[in-house]
């Protein structure tokens, strides 16, 4: 019961106009594990079946599940540590010298899954900006499903173990039944919206720092280029880009240069107004 | 590097030290506190790690931690509580007493050898 | 007086499912599916005792071949191999799973004891005191396991006066 040729093509290609997520050819048996419990949802006999259905009346609802089914969500807290504690030591102290004059930083968590990377951006900076600072943090993801979890801010036991110091744990997060919620005053200093990075960006103020993780490794280069150019708009002259460890702007967009930060490496723009003299944005 | 592992359950102590192996630890077992007590006592070269339950015969972990911190010869020793005990209050308590970390149960593999990074036991983004 | 949370069925579910993922199919590839009750869930009884400010009994029964299969994944074996030590070390180690995970949703102050494993025989009642809260029976390969929250009716009855 494998995906029939026409039935792959119809779901890559849906996945491509909706996510710009690429499916290529070896992805079938990706493709059909996922939708699998997607069909039995819908009450479909089988993947088969249930493909049929939606191609002879398409319907959205059925296809943003297909969408959300294939995307990834694999995620953690301060997620290989590195570019979490480059922000901690080298990008915030350095921003704190240039932003004395409003004390506020802005960051951006985009495609940012269930919530885990913009919460432990607020934990990194909560711990970190001396008092009188303030910080506000944007979660976008393209998927409403992960958009809506992130924004009940609780997660299960297993969630909790991965990646998330016990110590900051008991800070920040009370029990709550079998979950973990976020502390309200946590809580309150992210916001989040649903976003695809590859439609045109909504005109939103710029930010100091952008985490930008584990998401442009499912885009072809053009798709990657676009995205990058348009996320630059949004960048402060002097702010930051952190990439996946095995995401890079190099061969794909030469405003970026890599410079390093801590034990990894992080990107900015090149044109960068000399510190100091940054704009007010 | 060298670990322990205390746990009254040989399956738990089993798939701790299959992941604590494929991480390229040398493993001792113990079934509870005082026997783990018993074993490092007698280990010339005591190891980096313990992993310990809570809830176990004779001896319990939260004892078996206030035991190894009073121990100048475990100073080193890094602690990580491995439990099923998830209250955070009970968190408080063991790490009042002194445990470094804090791995719930049930836990993945993947989880655990996070848990370690953080504890710069294993490079970061080490997997198995 | 506050209003004690007792775990609902909804919750030993969660607790379940993680087990799953964590221990019994980490590829995600094998769940438990449920069903309305597991009625042959009954070869081995695992459990263990709750005390403090809820009194009661967290078990995990199933047939011995679903008990085999466990303790299989486990201990990385084959069920063949499984001897009747791997059983209920393995079953009561899922019992203090699911109780101490349990315990933790209940008001601060109760303890959980180490786990208790039996080979019973159907239908045989180990509290005849206590009472039936909530049950979640599945099926795994097609071998049935049941997981259940009992609750001493002494504090029944104070709770309800
Ligand atoms: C692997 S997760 C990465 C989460 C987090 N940034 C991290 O590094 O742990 C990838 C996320 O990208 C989101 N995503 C995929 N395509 C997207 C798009 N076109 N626009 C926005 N988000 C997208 C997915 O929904 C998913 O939550």
Request: glycine share 6%; with cysteine; net charge negative.
């Amino acid at each position: 019961m494998t995906l029939s040729a026409a039935d792959f093509a119809f779901v890559s290609a849906l996945v491509r106009r909706e996510s710009s997520i690429v499916l290529g050819p070896g992805k079938e048996y990706l493709v059909e594990a996922r939708l699998i419990p997607v069909a039995r949802q819908t009450g479909a006999a089988s993947v088969a079946e249930f493909l049929a259905a939606i191609q002879r009346h398409p319907d959205p609802v059925g296809q943003s599940r297909i969408v959300d089914a294939l995307t990834t969500n694999e995620t953690s807290w301060f997620r290989d540590q590195d570019p979490f504690t480059a922000l901690t030591t080298q990008v915030l102290p350095e921003l704190i010298a240039n932003r004395a004059a409003n004390r506020h930083i802005r960051v951006w968590s985009a495609a940012c899954s269930s919530g885990q990377e913009p919460y432990s951006l607020a934990i990194a900076l909560r711990e970190t900006l001396p008092a009188g600072w303030t910080y506000e943090i944007l979660g976008t993801d393209i998927s409403g499903e992960m958009i809506e979890r992130a924004e009940r801010g609780e997660f299960s036991q297993v969630e909790v173990n991965r990646g998330l110091p016990v110590q900051k744990l008991v800070h920040n997060f009370e029990r709550v039944g079998a979950h973990w919620r976020v502390m309200p005053a946590l809580r309150r200093t992210v916001t989040f919206q649903r976003m695809n990075l590859t439609a045109p960006l909504p005109a939103l103020p710029p930010f100091d720092v952008i985490f930008l993780r584990n998401v442009l490794i499912y885009f072809d280069v053009e798709t990657k280029r676009s995205v990058l150019r348009s996320m630059g708009r949004l960048l402060r002259p002097d702010g930051w880009l952190f990439l996946g460890a095995a995401e890079t702007t190099i061969g794909v967009d030469d405003n970026y240069e890599r410079v390093v930060a801590g034990r990894t490496s992080a990107y900015r723009l090149r044109a960068a107004v000399p510190v100091g003299t940054a704009g007010k944005g | 590097m060298h670990a322990i592992v205390i746990d009254d359950s040989r399956a738990m102590r089993l798939i701790l030290r299959r992941i604590l192996g494929q991480l390229g630890f040398d493993v001792v077992e113990a079934e509870d506190g005082q026997a783990a007590l018993n074993v490092l006592e007698g280990m010339e070269q005591k190891p980096d790690l313990a992993l310990v339950d809570w809830n176990m015969p004779n001896m319990n972990g939260l004892e078996f931690v206030t035991a190894a911190r009073d121990n100048p010869q475990l100073r080193e020793m890094t602690l990580v509580m491995v439990t099923t005990e998830s209250e955070q209050s009970q968190i408080v308590r063991a790490l009042a007493a002194g445990a470094h970390e804090y791995v719930i149960k049930p836990f993945t593999s993947g989880a655990m050898v996070e848990k370690l990074a953080l504890l710069g036991l294993v490079p970061s983004g080490a997997s198995l | 007086m506050s209003v004690q949370y007792v775990p609902t069925v909804a919750d030993l579910n969660e607790i379940v499912e993680q087990v799953w993922a964590s221990y019994l199919d980490p590829e995600g590839v094998n769940p438990l599916i449920p069903v309305e009750s597991a009625a042959d869930a009954s070869d081995i009884h695992a459990s263990v005792s709750i005390t403090g400010s809820w009194h009661g009994h967290v078990v995990v029964a199933c047939s011995n071949a679903a008990g085999k299969l466990a303790a299989a994944a486990f201990l990385a074996m084959e069920p063949e191999e499984v001897t009747e030590a791997d059983l209920i070390d393995v079953l009561g180690e899922l019992a203090n799973i699911v109780g101490g995970n349990v315990k933790s949703m209940l008001p601060a102050g109760c303890f959980v004891s180490l786990p208790h494993v039996v080979s019973a025989p159907a239908q045989a009642n180990h509290w005849p005191a206590a009472v039936q809260v909530c049950e979640l029976a599945g099926l795994w390969s097609g071998e049935s396991i049941a997981f259940s929250m009992w609750q001493s009716r002494e504090l029944t009855g104070e709770a309800a006066a």
